[in-house]
């Protein structure tokens, strides 16, 4: 219950949605459970039909010994049939049953509007929570976790939970209440019959309880094999090229097909338990509705003279057949809220896990770049995994600074420290003197551009994606941008310019084109530090030298650090730092390393001989 109550938490302020949708429930249950009444007069009406209406007692004769509600029902019925004729009294009651009828299905139809409101307005604060809280993770966090996975949890878990609270909120007030009118009913007309009736409810809950006892764990199985699939799909259309490169199209086929069977036979397994529920509970009332038209009739045509009135005994029939109804609602509710649970607490897991990354309460905005970014004694580490050890070095403002060093070295490690998508382990990062966590992370990324191997385009306009870097970018700073990145004229050769659309990651452009985009949306934001990572790695000759003059006119009069397969292309940086093992083993210029006969020397060596 304490995952059930957490998860409707997220309905706040339900009372704007509550009070009225109460309101409007307890008008329904009492015109409706009303209208059941009237069949008792009804009945008696027509009974009363061949009847003398001075045979008929009066108002006040019968006032006097009778307090229930049929009771007063009848002695109308029996005053109105002498008063007027038996016509009258009919049409009387029947104006009465179609308005007691309508009144009950408008404020039915108020209370499912009222709740359906409240269903969107938890489905929204409960999925914009978890989105944001998404959002704010660790970079290191997706490395670890399934794409896929997370995907499920804010799409398909949340749509689950958001059913399975509102609809189990809606049955937890209406059906008790509604049930505890009809009994009320009940034990008006005939107590001893209520008593030995309702012996079906506590037998119906114990058959269901014990139906739908697997259920949770089996709805857990179900959600986390459904995040398989939404993760395999993902894999299968971001990979598509390798995958029928590889001739794999088969083997992927069957690996997503044999998780779909295994989702599927869950699925089963579940909803053959939900729905045995249903049928158990309504055979067990008809059931009892049998065993009392028995009893009550076998009375009734004795002449029982305990027995109720012919009338009163149908209208108890009536009314007995609805009580199922509840009580059917609420064990179909006990056995589906599982499958809720289940899904809630793994997206619970999502929104309780916190980013390592966080500004403390009385963080500074960092306003400028002004002098220095210095690395002091950083060591960084993944698990026990030692990626960095002791890496100090200055960068001042306006030099280009390189990163280089073998594959896995911890290059890329290190520049992610930059912009703090990670903190190291040890050591200090200090911009113009400020440590890194006394400053907003908002603040220092404000600071960085960033160009990376891959570049990624989000599925919009060229334009869009070159002023995502700046949302109120005009045209004309949008082209300028591209024309220092080199990609205006391959823009404007496109079918519609500027606002032609890239596809799913860019994949309607090249790779180069792709990079040039990236450079245009780095040069728009225009920021004092340029962080680029292998920008041209993955590029033919002739895009590498494009996007290298775009590089090149991104780095002017401004602080770069430059990660570079091609060590070629870092000659003219002002500082050379040389990374091996996680450690820092040489620093200096291109000259100064080259005479030092060290581990630069043997990669330019190595690269010059390959070339």
Not at 87 to 108: A, D, G, K, P, Q
Request: net charge positive.
């Amino acid at each position: 219950m304490k995952t059930y109550f957490r998860l409707l938490s997220f309905a706040k302020p339900i009372e704007k949605f509550a009070i009225p949708y109460v309101i409007a429930t307890l008008l329904s249950i009492l015109f409706g459970t009303f209208n059941l009444a009237l069949l008792s007069p009804l009945f008696e009406t027509l009974l009363n039909a061949n009847k003398q209406a001075c045979q008929t007692p009066s108002l006040t004769d019968k006032a006097a010994s009778s307090f229930s509600l049929l009771g007063k029902l009848r002695d109308f019925v029996n005053y109105s049939i002498k008063v007027n004729t038996i016509e009258s009294t009919l049409m009387y009651i029947c104006i009465i049953i179609v308005i007691s009828v309508l009144l009950s299905n408008l404020f039915r139809y108020f209370s499912q509007r009222y709740m359906e409101d409240l269903r969107v307005h938890t489905l929204l604060n409960f999925r914009k929570r978890v989105f944001n809280n998404v959002m704010n993770l660790h970079v290191g966090y997706f490395n670890n976790e399934r794409k896929g996975d997370i995907i499920s949890k804010v799409a398909s878990d949340v749509q689950v939970v958001q059913f399975t609270v509102t609809n189990t909120l809606q049955v937890v007030f209406k059906e008790p209440v509604t049930l505890i009118v009809y009994v009320i009913l009940l034990f008006n007309i005939s107590a001893k019959l209520t008593l030995f009736s309702l012996l079906v409810i506590p037998i119906s809950a114990f058959i269901i309880s014990k139906i739908v006892k697997r259920l949770k764990q089996q709805a857990k199985e179900s959600h986390e094999s459904f995040a398989k699939m939404i993760g395999f799909l993902d894999e299968a259309l971001s990979g598509i090229k390798i995958i029928k490169a590889f001739n794999a199209t088969e083997r992927i086929k069957n690996k997503f097909n044999q998780e779909n069977i295994y989702y599927s036979n869950l699925t089963r397994k579940m909803v053959r338990r939900q729905q045995l529920g249903s049928p158990v509970s309504e055979f067990l009332g008809v059931l009892m509705i049998s065993i009392i038209v028995w009893y009550g009739g076998s009375l009734i045509l004795h002449n029982d003279k305990n027995a109720l009135t012919a009338s009163d005994f149908i209208a108890y029939i009536a009314i007995f057949s609805q009580v199922m109804r509840p009580a059917k609602a609420l064990t179909d509710s006990f056995s589906g809220i599982h499958s809720g649970i289940a899904a809630g607490e793994r997206v619970l897991d999502l929104i309780d896990t916190k980013p390592l990354l966080v500004n403390e309460p009385d963080s500074k905005v960092l306003d400028d770049f002004n002098s220095t970014i210095s690395l002091q004694n950083i060591s960084f580490s993944y698990g026990e995994k030692q990626i960095l050890n002791s890496i100090t070095f200055d960068i001042e403002k306006g030099q280009t600074v390189a990163l280089v060093g073998p594959s896995g070295g911890g290059k890329s490690t290190l520049m992610d420290l930059f912009p703090r998508f990670h903190d190291p382990k040890s050591g200090t990062i200090k911009i113009d003197g400020h440590d890194y966590r006394e400053l907003t992370v908002e603040s220092i990324r404000a600071q960085m551009g960033t160009v990376n191997q891959e570049s990624f385009l989000f599925n919009d306009t060229i334009f869009n994606n070159i002023a995502f870097a700046k949302p109120d970018a005009t045209m004309e700073e949008v082209v300028a941008a591209a024309k220092i990145a080199n990609a205006h004229d391959f823009i404007e050769n496109t079918e519609d310019g500027y606002q032609s659309f890239v596809g799913d990651r860019g994949n309607k452009l090249s790779g180069g084109q792709k990079q040039r985009v990236c450079i245009a949306r780095a040069v728009l934001a225009n920021p004092p530090i340029m962080l680029l990572d292998e920008a041209t790695s993955a590029l033919d000759t002739e895009s590498e030298k494009l996007v290298q003059d775009a590089l090149n006119n991104l780095m002017k009069n401004r602080t770069s650090i430059v990660i570079a397969h091609r060590l070629s292309t870092i000659q003219h940086a002002n500082k050379i730092v040389v990374i091996d093992k996680g450690s820092l083993v040489e620093t200096g210029s291109h000259n100064e390393l080259m005479n030092k006969n060290g581990l630069y020397r043997r990669l330019i060596d190595m690269q010059a001989f390959n070339d």
